[in-house]
C-alpha cells in the first residue's frame, strides 16, 4: 500500500461543550455512536483503523466489497462504524463484532453487518487533502459518494446550528451521541482536539443497589445503579443494572463505606441480582451484568456487595444504550424523598426519529423481512 497518507495517523478530536455553538463558518453533523475508523484504500488492497491506530478490517469483512465496488482507488476517508437496529444505532452490538474467533465474526457479519458513515476526505488519488479546508474536503467527499449505497453513507451536514439543535434534541434515542462543530475552514490537524462535541447529559433518580470496594481497599470505589423495567404500578417489574456511579474522592470514598453498611445484606438474605453471581448465567458472553467477566477484563475483580435497594440517588449521565449507561455516571446527591419503585427507565425513554430510518433504508428492510 502506498498512499499519500499512511497508517498509522491518529484521527482529529474534539473538545467537549454544553450548547451548540454558533459562530460564522461553522458546519454542523449528527455525532455518530459507534467505532471510529480511517479507512486507507490503494487498488484492492483496503485497511480498517481505529482511533488508537489498531486493525479493524478482519472483524468487518461484510465492508471490504462495498468500498471497493464504491471508494476511489486510491483514498483515505475518515468515518463511522455504526450497526443499525430496529432500535436505532447500537454500539453494543458494535462491540459484540470485535471476538477473536473467525467462525463468530463470519457469522456476525451477517447477522449484525455493520454500516460505513463517512464525513471527512483525508487523501485522494496523489493528493494529501489535510492542508485543505475542511469545507473543500467535504465538497470533494459528496461528489465521490453521490449516489451512495448501503452499507456506504455520507453523513448529513447542514450550516443551521437551528437544524443542529433539532438533531441534537431528537436524534439521542436513534443512539447519537450530541452532534458535531467544524470549522469550515480548518485544515485536518491529527490528534488535536480542533472540532467541538455538544453531547447529551441528563439527571436520573437511580436505585443504589451494590458497591464496589475501591482497589486501594479503602471505602467505595463504585455504586452500583438501577432502574425499574416497569411503570410504578406495573407488575412484574424488575430492578435492571443501568451501570455504576464512580470517581469519588478519597474522603467521600470513606463516608459513602459508613453511609452504606446499614444497607449491606448478608450472603444468605434475597437481592434481586442474587442469581447474576453464577458465573454459568455469563458462560455465553452475550449478557453484561454486576460482577460478569469479560474479554476486555477478565482478569479484574468482579466482586460486588450487594444492599437492600432502599437508597435513591442522583446521577448524572451522558448516554443511555441497550438499557445502560454507557460511561460512569456521575452522583450528584441523595433523594430521600424518592421511592425506589419510582426510578424506571421512562426517565430516559427517547423515541428514535424518522430520520434515521431513511439515511438506513436497506437495513429497516432487513429487519422486518
Known sequence: MQLPVMPPIKPMLAKATSTVPEAEGLLYEPKWDGYRCLVFRDGDEVELASRGQKSLTRYFPELIDPILAQLPKRCVVDCELVVFTPDGLDFDVLGNRIHPAESRIKRLSTETPASLVAFDLLALDQLDLRTMAFSE?????????????????????????????????????????GVMAKPSAGTYQEDKRSLIKVKHRHSVDVVVAGYRVHKSGDGVGSMMLGLYDAPEDGTHASLQHVGVASAFKATQRIELAGLLEPYRLEEDQPHPWTEWADPERHADGEIRMPGAPNRWSAKRDHGWVPLRPELVAEVVVEQLTKGRFRHPARF??????????????????IAAPAELFELFPQRVAESTD
Open 137 to 177: 474536503r467535504r465538497g470533494a467527499l459528496e461528489a465521490l459518494l453521490d449516489g451512495a449505497a448501503p452499507p456506504v453513507h455520507l453523513s448529513p451536514i447542514t450550516d443551521d446550528p437551528e437544524v443542529a439543535r433539532d438533531w441534537f434534541a431528537r436524534f439521542e434515542g436513534a443512539g447519537f451521541d
Open 332 to 349: 450528584q446527591r441523595w433523594r430521600p424523598d424518592r421511592s425506589p419503585r419510582s426510578c424506571t427507565y421512562d426517565q430516559v425513554d
